[in-house]
């Protein structure tokens, strides 16, 4: 089990064991999603906005 | 043992249950980035031929589907075909292979200018429902239910800057009984597992918070389901249909599905289904190569 800070309002993320690398993560406070950039050292960074083409 | 590449634009919770099921499978995909990619027209990156089969996950359509016509002009297999993804991508295209089918579906009609969109959003009748041609999620769709509202739409598709919004689609409403339509999971022409999605919003989207209950998988659902998977060319395929009294009408095919929230009330494996069936084309492609040589 890891930890990490959301970039966007400091509240601290349990993550489970199977994270893998852009993995999204939605901050449970403040609901923003965190992209893993990295899993060695452990990296996040705001996930981009969706686009206009962006669906199933 | 296989060798597996797996696009993605980020890696959603159908991604990460895909590569689990991949692993229950023995193999371990390699995770590829599509923003990390650069195509050349000229020459087949060596990397691609390491692999038996490319499955397609990008979030963005449109790098899927130039990834596709790239891998397709060099024979590399992917889940799902190019053909596939080029019909499915468009709802117009969509209409038209369901309708060279003769398969069900809502009255639908493209039209290229406002004056001309209002003609035939009138012919159909009011409400009606203007869709982009390319879209998911059910984002910018916008159910008219009168002149007024039809063009305060319009109007404000015409100031949006991308041109693709400038070519109108215009589907009959098609009322839900119960509040309710169907999203069914097809593999290879086989419906796998079904839900009814409920709403008290007339977008019955899990992704704008329609709940999710299984859905029986009758002879009617599967029998419609497969005659629209061979219209559009087969594959892994979500497809989303209407209750009538008339009987099941099709509504939009997805070919890049998501299925988190199916796979509880269905009790349904999805993702290793779907990885079974890349492996069995993989395997399918293995063989075409070793006959060959």
């Known amino acids: ?56 | 043992m296989m060798r597996v590449a797996m696009i993605i634009t980020r890696a959603r919770a159908e991604e990460k249950l895909l590569l689990k099921a991949f692993q229950r499978r023995g193999i371990e995909p390699e995770l590829i980035r599509d923003e990390e990619l650069v195509l050349n027209p000229l020459a087949i990156d060596p990397r691609w031929s390491e692999f038996d089969i490319v499955f397609l996950r990008t979030l963005s359509t449109s790098r899927g589907l130039y990834l596709l016509e790239y891998f397709d002009r060099w024979e590399v297999p992917t889940v799902n075909s190019l053909r596939t993804a080029n019909i499915c991508a468009d709802k117009f295209k969509t209409s038209l292979a369901l309708a060279r089918a003769g398969l069900p579906q809502p009255e639908v009609r493209l039209a290229f200018t406002p004056r001309s969109t209002l003609e035939a959003v009138g012919e159909l009748g009011y409400p009606a429902v203007l869709k982009p041609l390319v879209g998911s999620w059910g984002r910018l769709l916008a159910k008219v239910n009168d002149v007024d509202a039809a063009e305060a739409v319009l109007e404000h598709r015409q100031t949006l800057g991308n041109f693709a919004y400038h070519v109108h689609f215009v589907q009959s409403y098609v009322d839900k009984p119960h509040g309710r339509d169907i999203r069914a999971f097809v593999i290879a022409g086989q419906t796998i597992c079904a839900i009814y999605r409920s709403s008290s919003h007339w977008v019955t989207s899990t992704a704008r918070g329609a709940l999710a209950e299984n859905c029986p998988v009758g002879a009617e659902l599967q029998d419609l389901c497969q005659r629209a998977s061979d219209a559009v060319g087969g594959g892994v395929l979500a497809m989303d249909l209407f209750e009538t009294e008339e009987g099941l009408v099709l509504n939009e095919i997805n070919h890049g599905m998501e299925f988190r929230n199916s796979i509880e009330p269905t009790g349904v494996d999805i993702a290793i289904k779907v990885v079974d069936y890349a492996l069995s084309l993989a395997e399918q492609h293995r063989q075409d190569g070793s006959e060959q040589t």
């Open chain 1, 1 to 56: 089990m890891s930890e990490i800070v959301c970039t966007e309002c400091g509240a601290e993320l349990r993550l489970d064991d199977d994270v893998i690398q852009n993995e999204i993560l939605p901050c449970p406070d403040c609901g923003v999603e965190l992209e893993v950039m990295s899993l060695n050292p452990f990296q996040v960074a705001l996930a981009p906005e969706v686009e206009e083409d962006w669906g199933e």
